[in-house]
C-alpha cells in the first residue's frame, strides 16, 4: 500500500494586536498566536474569530448579548445574559440576566434577574429578583423580591420582599375563640377565662364593674373609701380582725364601732 504524500497548510501567523488593524480580503485566514485560533476576513478591520471546541474564547461582551432560544436543552455552569422569547426547553446552570418571556420547559439553577412572563413548568433555585406573570408550575428555593400576578403553583422556599395580597388565609385560626380567615372583621369578646395574664394594668383607673361577684379572700394594703354603706355579714370570729378597725357610710356621720 502506497504511503500518501504529507501536505501541509501554513497560515500567516500574527498577534491579535496585529491583528485588530489588519483589514484582509475576502476569504483571507491568519493564525491569531493570542488566543491560538483563527480568524478570518472579509474587507472589515479585525475580522472574526472562530470558536474554541471549548468555547473558552468567547468575550464577556458576547455573552451579554440578548439571547433567543426556543426547544431544545441547554447544560452549562452559569449562562450571563438575557433571555428573551418563550421557553419550552430544559436548561441546568444559573441564569445571571432577565428572563423574559413565557417559560414551560424546566430549569436547574439560580436566576439573578427579573423573570418576567408566565411559568407553567418546573424551577429548582433561587430567584433573586422580580416575578412578573402568572405562575402555575412548581418552584422550589428562595425567591428575594417581588412576586406579580397570579399563582396556582406549588412554591417550597422562602420568599423575601412582597407577593400580591392574600384575600383569606388558607388556614383559618380563631383569635380568643373567634374564628378569623381575614375576609371580614370579628369582634372579640374579652372573656376573662380565654385570657392571657393575672394582673390588671396599672394604667386601669375605671372600670365600667357593677358587681365583682364573691371574694373567696381579700388583701389591702390601704384604707379602702365606700361611697355607700358598708355590709358585714358575718361577725369578726378573732381578736385580730376588729384592731384598728374604723368604718364610715357615705353620709358623713362620724362613728366608732368598737368590736370584740
Excluded at 489588519?22 to 493570542?34: P, S
Excluded at 439560580?110 to 433561587?126: D, F, K, R, S, Y
Excluded at 357610710?249 to 362620724?254: E, F, L, P, V, Y
Aim: no cysteine; hydrophobic share 35%; aromatic share 4%.
Amino acid at each position: 500500500m502506497s504511503q500518501l504524500p504529507i501536505r501541509q497548510l501554513r497560515l500567516r501567523p500574527f498577534s491579535n494586536t496585529d491583528l485588530q488593524i489588519i483589514t484582509g480580503t475576502r476569504g483571507e485566514i491568519y493564525f491569531d498566536t493570542t488566543t491560538g485560533t483563527l480568524r478570518i476576513y472579509n474587507g472589515v478591520a479585525g475580522g472574526e474569530g472562530l470558536l474554541k471546541d471549548d468555547l473558552s474564547n468567547i468575550s464577556t461582551a458576547a455573552l451579554n448579548k440578548n439571547v433567543n432560544f426556543g426547544t431544545g436543552t441547554i447544560t452549562a455552569t452559569q449562562f450571563i445574559g438575557t433571555i428573551n422569547g418563550n421557553t419550552t426547553g430544559t436548561h441546568t446552570g444559573s441564569v445571571v440576566g432577565n428572563v423574559t418571556g413565557n417559560t414551560t420547559g424546566t430549569h436547574t439553577g439560580a436566576v439573578v434577574g427579573n423573570v418576567t412572563g408566565n411559568t407553567t413548568g418546573t424551577h429548582t433555585g433561587a430567584v433573586v429578583g422580580n416575578v412578573t406573570g402568572n405562575t402555575t408550575g412548581t418552584h422550589t428555593g428562595a425567591v428575594v423580591g417581588n412576586v406579580t400576578g397570579n399563582t396556582t403553583g406549588t412554591h417550597t422556599g422562602a420568599v423575601v420582599g412582597n407577593a400580591a395580597t392574600a384575600t383569606t388565609l388558607q388556614t383559618t385560626r380563631s383569635i380568643n375563640g373567634v374564628s378569623f380567615n381575614g375576609s371580614t372583621n370579628i369582634t372579640v369578646t374579652a372573656a376573662a377565662g380565654t385570657l392571657s395574664g393575672s394582673a390588671i394594668n396599672v394604667s386601669v383607673t375605671s372600670s365600667s364593674l357593677t358587681s365583682v361577684g364573691t371574694l373567696n379572700s381579700l388583701a389591702v394594703t390601704n384604707d379602702i373609701t365606700a361611697n355607700a354603706n358598708v355590709v358585714i355579714n358575718q361577725t369578726p370570729q378573732l381578736p385580730t380582725h376588729a384592731t384598728n378597725k374604723r368604718y364610715t357610710d357615705s353620709r358623713a356621720i362620724a362613728f366608732s364601732v368598737a368590736l370584740s
